[in-house]
């Protein structure tokens, strides 16, 4: 069973770096296409990031492109998100997610049926 665990979220000022990892402590066996996806108080849950299960194929929000960068690490299902340039606007509880169904990364939230726990991400201008 999938089971992700984020970590790396805080409080930074605008233009600082962080970065948040995601882990799958379940240890399945398959390799699977994963993203991060990100909400605020009152609002719908937003794409951000999402890679391909070979982490040959990237895709990003555009209001993230050029900042942030999606990776794969060494363990399966384990992803990062390197975040630069932050923003106030970036502030949000920032989610990992995993989609069993394809091996290419995708931006629907639907196709994700595993999910983290959430990281908070706070951004002070």
């Known amino acids: 069973q999938v089971q992700l665990v984020e970590s790396g979220g805080g409080l930074v000022q605008a233009g600082d770096s962080l970065r948040l990892s995601c882990a799958d402590a379940g240890r399945t066996f398959s390799t699977y296409a994963m993203g991060w996806f990100r909400q605020t108080q009152g609002k719908e849950r937003e794409f951000v990031a999402s890679i391909s299960s070979s982490g040959g194929y990237t895709y990003y929000a555009d209001s993230v492109k050029g900042r942030f960068t999606i990776s794969r690490g060494d363990e399966q299902n384990t992803v990062y998100l390197q975040m630069n340039s932050l923003k106030p606007e970036d502030t949000a509880v920032y989610y990992c997610?995993?989609?069993?169904?394809?091996?290419?990364?995708?931006?629907?939230?639907?196709?994700?049926?595993?999910w983290g726990q959430g990281t908070q991400v706070t951004v002070s201008s």
């Open positions: 997610a995993l989609d069993p169904h394809s091996l290419y990364a995708s931006a629907y939230l639907y196709e994700y049926d595993f």
